[in-house]
């Protein structure tokens, strides 16, 4: 049995995730009391048809006890051979603040309480802080679409595989902030920037006038190779800490050359010893799968690797 827990921010789009596992079959129910979790999977294995892939959505508005046992209620599914995902879904605090505002609706911590919607907003990260660091892969909502998040879902999620680490390899540009959902970060700005050239500013790191300019300097290639050799050497001890996800995320300032380049030649590494690695371009717009045989980087650089 698969068993799909979605949880988070308010505000943050998991009515729009549940949606998105119930088109694809999962049986799926919104605001789950947590204590219920045991009762509800017993229930639908001894169904007359029994349902193999759920899906329920845990909230701020469950007991603040439900919440506190939720870590023992996930150990104790799981030693009954529940495959269990915990996905947790964060927006940035003042673009929640901007969407409740445009939509006028009342945050579900502030009813019958006296505090601001500010407030609520921080009081329901610390109420769901257990989830959130239980969470096999936590989402950063904060720029997706509707589109781009039930994608996300459907591709990631419902497709990834028990006692399989899904790798991500994430660009991004620290001017619109550290992506909320990396677990480890590694900064680029440091390196020679093809933006300042104006003949190179509109191309990206997956374009050959900016894999030639980056390739001038010895300094790029040493920065990968560290890269490549840290996320070698420590892919291991996370994978054997029994992680479902891992995103790497490399920044530069805009998210547009450097940071490309360096997450392209990563993921194209990886993509040669591990069976499940995508690749994401915040700035770009772009997340897809990388297969081994799929030449992610331009061929000049796949040339002189083989």
């Not at 988070?8 to 549940?18: M, T």
């Not at 439900?66 to 996905?87: G, K, M, N, T, W």
């Not at 257990?130 to 509707?146: E, F, G, K, P």
């Not at 994430?170 to 590694?186: N, T, Y």
Request: hydrophobic residues 40%.
């Amino acid at each position: 049995m698969q068993l799909v827990i979605i949880s988070g921010r308010s505000g943050s789009g998991k009515s729009i995730a549940l949606q998105a596992l119930e088109d694809i079959g999962y049986y799926a129910i919104d605001n789950l009391p947590a204590m219920l979790l045991g009762a509800l999977v017993d229930e639908l294995r001894s169904a007359p048809v029994a349902q193999t892939s759920i899906a329920v959505s845990i909230d701020a508005r469950n007991l603040p006890h439900a919440l506190e046992r939720f870590p023992r209620l996930l150990e104790e599914l799981r030693s009954r051979h529940v495959d269990c995902q915990v996905i947790y879904l964060t927006t940035d605090a003042r673009i929640l603040l901007e969407r409740y505002s445009a939509t006028r609706r009342r945050h579900p911590l502030t009813r019958g309480r006296d505090m601001t919607l500010g407030e609520a907003i921080e009081s329901e990260d610390t109420t769901l802080s257990d989830i959130r660091n239980l969470a096999d892969l936590i989402i950063d909502t904060s720029r997706l679409s509707v589109h781009d998040l039930r994608g996300r879902i459907t591709d990631q999620v419902a497709s990834h595989h028990a006692d399989q680490l899904t790798l991500t390899v994430e660009s991004f540009g620290f001017k619109r902030g550290v992506p909320l959902d990396a677990d480890i970060v590694f900064d680029a700005r440091c390196l020679p920037n093809p933006y300042w050239d104006p003949r190179l500013r509109s191309a990206t790191g997956r374009e050959p006038s900016i894999v030639a300019f980056l390739e001038q300097y010895p300094l790029v290639q040493q920065m990968l190779d560290d890269i490549i050799a840290w996320v070698e050497r420590w892919l291991p001890a996370y994978r054997d800490s029994h992680r479902s996800y891992l995103t790497v995320a490399i920044g530069c300032t805009g998210g547009q050359h450097r940071s490309v380049y360096l997450a392209e030649r990563l993921a194209y590494h990886l993509a040669q010893r591990h069976p499940d690695v995508r690749i994401r371009h915040r700035e770009l717009g772009i997340h897809t799968p990388v297969a081994p045989e799929q030449e992610v980087i331009p061929a000049s650089i796949v040339s002189k690797e083989s």
